[in-house]
T-cell receptor
């Protein structure tokens, strides 16, 4: 399967714990995005990378959230000191430069904070 | 005001009917427009881009009205398989960030 893969698919954690999600984009794609989606809402932009550079980060993203893409390939999204409001589906997407608007999404990582 | 606004629906439409959705955007600098489709419990997928001159892909027609800052999606001869949530998406010139609307839920009834 050469699509975008995310791991883990489901994560249940207790409030206050740290969680980390991993995303492996389509190999030839240099852009990688993180979005968050809650029930009944569209995907909400969190951040995006071009190669290893983080080019934009949502103002909605608190200091508890951090994302990295150290070698321009896979990316991680870490949430520290999780809160119940962090419960959501975390979607990763990738795209190739020049293909504006065509994001390929992974199946997402569902986070439940108890 | 949200950057991208859609009527969340649900729209319940009989099979074979024509259905249309509108979406409005607030940023006049928005340059690129798209419709994505999201099936229940699945990831969003690009349905079609929206061009200034309007464009058609089979039973689907997308239109852009820059003066009024809205885009539309028309589905003709609707099929049961068209049941999904349709997400309106915009981006600004030079900005690779795509902003999604809330989505409009469509159910096609046999």
């Amino acid at each position: 399967d050469t699509g975008v893969s995310q791991d883990p698919r489901h994560k249940i954690t207790k409030r206050g714990q740290n969680v980390t999600f991993r995303c492996d984009p389509i190999s030839e794609h240099n852009r990688l995005y993180w979005y968050r989606q809650t029930l009944g809402q569209g995907p909400e932009f969190l951040t995006y990378f071009q190669n290893e550079a983080q080019l934009e980060k949502s103002r909605l993203l608190s200091d508890r959230f951090s994302a990295e893409r150290p070698k321009g390939s896979f990316s991680t999204l870490e949430i520290q000191r999780t809160e119940q409001g962090d419960s959501a589906m975390y979607l990763c997407a990738s795209s190739s430069q020049g293909a504006v608007g065509e994001l390929f999404f992974g199946e997402g990582s569902r986070l439940t904070v108890l | 005001r949200k950057e991208v606004e859609q009527d969340p629906g649900p729209f319940n439409v009989p099979e074979g009917a024509t259905v249309a959705f509108n979406c409005t955007y607030s940023n006049s600098a928005s340059q690129s427009f798209f419709w994505y489709r999201q099936d229940c419990r699945k990831e969003p997928k690009l349905l079609m881009s929206v061009y200034s001159s309007g464009n058609e892909d089979g039973r689907f027609t997308a239109q852009l009205n820059r003066a009024s800052q809205y885009i539309s999606l028309l589905i003709r001869d609707s099929k049961l398989s068209d049941s999904a949530t349709y997400l309106c998406v915009v981006s600004s010139r030079g900005n690779e960030k795509l902003t999604f609307g809330t989505g409009t839920r469509l159910t096609i009834i046999p």
